[in-house]
């Protein structure tokens, strides 16, 4: 079915319509609303309990701890009277205890025997034999051995050790000043420095200053998290509901298009998840004020005199946008569902996602990410967190006021634009799966039961491209944990664990016709096929060189410990090895093995059978945003972002893989060849971190065979016209 004609009406008007109708039907149906904005209201006042309990338990702790600062010694021997003597004298001292002395302290005098029952059966922390001559040794001018004992019964415990070196260290500072008074000396000749520290005893409500942070940033994640689930319910029954109720053709026989649909129904969407997100909000502020009469006295103040105003603004400001991406990521998982129910099951692994996007903004030396804030969930996370704490990540203070502005305010602009940017890419991927005949009117008799293999097909489904998406990332990520140390087997595993086996396994078991799916065939003629490898290897080499020198303009040398590591490990491959050897593992096998994933079975999964532009379009970004994920690092991912763009337009352009291979292993042949013929001195800078950026005129060459490859690239499309040489192939 195309339901998009020339003469369609639509606009606002008829997604405002559909809209209203949609929100109609989610208000009716209370056990939804319930579930969606009132029972995440019940979380809060559970979660502020077990964590003033969690926080009492450990203030109760820390009391029993100091009310246990007592030392029990056990002291036997000849010079026992005399050594505990010189004890007691130091307690009594009138400028005090040394310093940290405890504060309790009992010596018992008894003999070996007795001092070992009392380690044996607890009764004692400690034991020393103070043995005949002690103390005239500490009166002369050697070192005196003690051998002390510990407690055989009690469990370990670093504080009876240090209490121990406590009064040790009082009977040696005693015996040092003795020693130093008969030379006639100043004590002060060995203290060249003393400190001493003003402003009291931190108390319980400071320590948990350095606590607040960390636990507002974990209700900062909470809070994406309930306000993406409030998208759930509202987005399976507005597509997934509509197809099992059989309303769904309805509307797109409408005078409107799909889009006007989708959008439409993306503003209730947006419109609950909203609600959800106020609610929620209005939630953690109620808790907050509860909170403040819970927790010790002074412990919110530096936090409440922070501009908790300001903060809460732009915390709100920031999750309207990523409120607006959930809604429209879960149409699109949910457009491709046939049922309410398999719209549910699909949607559980999302949770996961957003969790993990959402989480990745608390990891350490992820407020130094200038590029953060772009990222869906972990964006917006990222810049409430940046909003609420200081440069540091701890307590804001006054000199932090110019860095909140400036990093808040470029944050908060980019964290929007962006998810604007996916919110508008996921709703033009949610209309091509709506208007999809396959999945519009595929049916519950359409899937496979059991076990049993489905039937031949030209190439597979969009949820068989997401399936293998999935089973890819899966093994890639367990196939570090069993991957070789050594660098170039460990490459070859990944490749074969998480590409090539979850491919090859898939494609058998779908029956897909292998000539159609991975576009196996020549582009065009044999003029347009030397065009197409000629501009491949212009595009795939410049690309790589513009895509380097805008990491370094833009990155400079903070990047993370793993990408300078994975960095070091390529050159060393690159500077032991033959050239020839480190191109064919480096560039030449993944190129061939992530082609035929990506701009094979994923593009063409993605794509379908009939391809329109809007849907071509759709499937590139989703190819491309898979393939950067699959590079892992997040200083890599831009940059594969981009080629994965390219080559997926390319494959699409030429109707052939084969520009797309010798593309990708041109750019990846590129930087070998680069670390090859380059200088110590280049290889030092660019293993220290320390390399500041590209010749221009290497980047202008760049760009020139970017321009050149382009232009052959569209000269090959030109005779790349469908037909049985192509298999018929309607994708443009």
């Given at each position: 079915?195309?339901?998009?004609e020339?003469?369609?009406?639509g606009?606002?008007p008829?997604r405002a319509?559909i809209a209203r109708?949609d929100?109609?039907?989610?208000?009716?149906?209370?056990r939804?609303?319930?579930?969606?904005l009132?029972?995440p209201?019940?979380?809060y006042p559970l979660?502020?309990l077990?964590?003033?309990?969690?926080?009492r338990?450990?203030i109760?702790e820390?009391d029993?701890?100091?009310a246990?600062a007592?030392?029990?010694?056990?002291?036997?021997?000849?010079?026992?009277?005399?050594?505990?003597a010189?004890i007691?004298?130091l307690a009594?001292?009138?400028?005090?205890?040394?310093?940290g002395?405890p504060d309790?302290?009992?010596?018992?005098?008894?003999?070996?025997?007795?001092?070992?029952?009392l380690?044996?059966?607890g009764?004692?922390?400690?034991?020393?034999?103070v043995a005949d001559?002690?103390i005239?040794g500490l009166?002369?001018?050697g070192?005196?051995?003690?051998?002390?004992?510990?407690?055989t019964?009690?469990?370990?415990?670093?504080?009876?050790?240090?209490?121990v070196m406590a009064?040790?260290r009082g009977?040696?500072d005693t015996?040092r000043?003795?020693?130093l008074?008969?030379a006639?000396?100043?004590?002060s000749?060995?203290?060249p420095?003393?400190?001493?520290?003003s402003?009291?005893?931190?108390?319980?409500?400071?320590?948990?200053?350095?606590?607040l942070?960390t636990?507002a940033?974990?209700?900062l994640?909470l809070?994406?998290?309930?306000?993406?689930t409030?998208?759930?319910?509202?987005?399976?029954?507005?597509?997934?509901?509509e197809?099992e109720?059989?309303t769904?053709e309805?509307?797109?026989?409408?005078p409107c298009?799909?889009?006007?649909?989708?959008?439409?129904?993306?503003l209730?969407v947006?419109?609950?998840?909203l609600a959800?997100?106020?609610t929620?909000?209005l939630?953690?502020?109620?808790?907050?004020t509860?909170?403040?009469r819970?927790?010790p006295?002074?412990?919110?103040?530096?936090l409440l005199?922070?501009?908790l105003?300001?903060?809460?603004?732009?915390?709100?400001?920031?999750y309207?946008g990523?409120?607006?991406?959930?809604?429209?990521l879960?149409?699109a998982?949910?457009g491709?569902?046939?049922?309410a129910?398999?719209a549910?099951?699909?949607?559980t692994?999302?949770?996961?996602?957003i969790?993990?996007?959402a989480?990745s903004?608390?990891?350490p030396g992820?407020?130094?990410r200038r590029?953060l804030?772009a990222?869906p969930?972990a964006?917006?996370?990222?810049v409430?967190?940046?909003?609420l704490?200081?440069?540091d990540?701890g307590m804001?203070?006054?000199?932090?006021g110019?860095?909140?502005?400036?990093?808040v305010g470029?944050g908060?602009?980019?964290?929007l634009?962006?998810?604007?940017?996916?919110a508008w890419l996921l709703?033009h991927?949610?209309?091509?799966?709506?208007?999809?005949?396959?999945l519009?009117?595929?049916?519950?008799?359409?899937?496979?039961?059991g076990?049993?293999?489905?039937?031949p097909?030209?190439?597979p489904?969009a949820?068989?491209?997401?399936a293998a998406?999935l089973?890819g990332l899966t093994?890639?990520?367990y196939?570090?944990?069993?991957?070789p140390?050594d660098?170039?087997?460990?490459?070859?595993a990944?490749?074969?664990?998480a590409v090539l086996?979850?491919?090859a396994a898939i494609?058998?078991?779908?029956?897909?016709?292998?000539?159609?799916?991975?576009?196996?065939?020549r582009?065009g003629?044999?003029?347009?096929?030397?065009a197409?490898?000629?501009?491949?290897v212009?595009?795939?080499?410049?690309l790589f060189t513009?895509?380097?020198a805008?990491?370094l303009?833009?990155?400079?040398?903070d990047?993370s410990?793993?990408?300078?590591?994975?960095?070091?490990?390529l050159?060393a491959l690159v500077r032991?090895?033959p050239?020839w050897?480190?191109v064919l593992?480096l560039?030449v096998?993944?190129?061939?093995?992530?082609?035929?994933?990506?701009?094979?079975?994923?593009?063409s999964?993605?794509a379908?059978d009939r391809?329109?532009?809007?849907?071509?379009?759709?499937?590139?970004?989703a190819?491309?945003a898979?393939f950067?994920a699959?590079?892992l690092l997040?200083?890599?991912?831009?940059?594969t972002?981009?080629?994965?763009?390219?080559?997926g337009w390319m494959?699409?352009a030429?109707?052939?893989i084969?520009?797309a291979i010798i593309a990708h292993a041109a750019?990846?042949?590129?930087?070998v060849?680069l670390?090859?013929?380059?200088?110590p001195d280049?290889l030092?800078a660019i293993e220290l971190?320390?390399a500041?950026?590209?010749?221009?005129?290497?980047?202008?060459?760049?760009?020139g065979?970017?321009?050149?490859?382009?232009?052959?690239?569209?000269?090959a499309?030109r005779?790349?016209?469908?037909?049985k040489?192509s298999?018929e192939?309607?994708?443009?």
């Open positions: 079915m195309n339901a998009r020339p003469e369609a009406a606009g606002w008829a319509a109708r929100l109609l039907e989610f208000i009716r149906d209370r939804a609303l319930f579930i969606t009132v029972m209201m019940a979380m979660l502020a077990s964590s003033a309990l969690g926080i338990t450990a109760t820390l029993q701890r100091e246990r007592r030392l029990s010694l056990a002291l036997s021997g000849p010079d026992a009277g005399a050594f505990a010189g007691d004298s009594r001292r009138a400028d005090g205890r040394p310093d002395w309790n302290l009992v010596v018992h005098l008894v003999d070996a025997d007795a001092a070992r029952r380690i044996d059966e009764a004692a922390d400690a034991w020393i034999d001559g002690t005239a009166a002369g001018a070192t005196v051995p003690i051998d002390v004992r510990l407690s019964v009690r469990a370990a415990d670093h504080r009876a050790k240090d209490r009064v040790m009977m040696a015996a000043d003795d020693r008074r008969r006639g000396l100043p004590a000749l060995i203290e420095l003393r400190i001493d520290f402003g009291g005893i931190p108390t319980t409500a400071a320590a948990l200053k350095d606590v942070p636990t940033a974990a209700v994640v809070l994406a998290l309930l306000t993406a409030g998208a759930f319910y509202p987005a399976i029954d507005a597509i997934a509901g197809k109720r059989g769904i309805t509307l797109l026989i409408a298009t799909p889009l006007d649909v989708v959008v439409g129904k993306f209730a947006f419109v609950v998840t959800t997100l106020m929620n909000a939630s953690i502020a109620l808790t907050a509860v909170l403040v819970v927790l006295a002074g412990s919110l103040d530096g005199s922070s501009g105003t300001g903060c809460a603004i732009v915390t709100v400001v920031a309207v990523l409120a607006a991406v959930a809604a429209a879960c149409l998982v949910t491709a569902a046939r049922s129910k398999e549910q099951n699909t949607l692994p999302v949770v996961m996602l969790a993990a996007l989480g903004a608390l990891l992820s407020e130094s590029w804030p990222v969930f964006g917006q996370v990222a409430a967190r940046a909003a704490v200081g440069a990540g804001p203070d006054v000199g932090d110019a860095w909140r502005s400036s990093t470029i908060l602009a980019t964290s634009l962006s998810s604007a940017a996916f709703l991927l949610t209309a091509s799966l709506v208007s999809n005949e396959e519009l009117f595929r049916g519950p008799d359409a899937a496979t039961k076990f049993r293999r489905p039937a097909r030209r190439s489904t949820w068989q491209g997401f998406a089973a093994a890639l990520w196939a570090q944990g069993f991957a140390a660098f170039v087997p460990a490459l070859l990944q490749q074969a664990i086996l979850p491919l494609a058998w078991w779908q029956r897909i016709d292998a000539q159609t799916t991975f576009a196996l065939r582009p003629t044999a003029t347009g096929t030397l197409a490898v000629v501009g491949a212009l595009v795939g080499s410049g513009v895509g380097a805008a990491a303009a833009v990155w400079g040398t990047v410990p793993e990408a300078r590591g994975l960095a070091e490990r050159i032991d090895n050239s050897l480190a593992v560039a096998m993944p190129a061939v093995c992530e082609e035929l994933f990506f701009r094979g079975w994923l593009l999964a993605f379908g391809t329109t532009p809007r849907r071509a379009v759709a499937a590139v970004a190819q491309a898979v950067a699959f590079h997040p200083e890599r991912m831009p940059q972002f981009a080629l994965g763009l390219v080559l494959t699409l030429t109707r052939s084969l520009p750019h990846n042949a590129t930087p060849l670390v090859a013929n380059a200088s280049d030092s971190g320390t500041s950026g590209l010749p221009p005129w290497a980047t202008a060459a760049a760009i065979c970017l321009l050149g490859g382009c232009l052959l690239l569209a000269v499309r005779g790349c016209s469908p037909g040489d298999g192939d309607s994708r443009t």
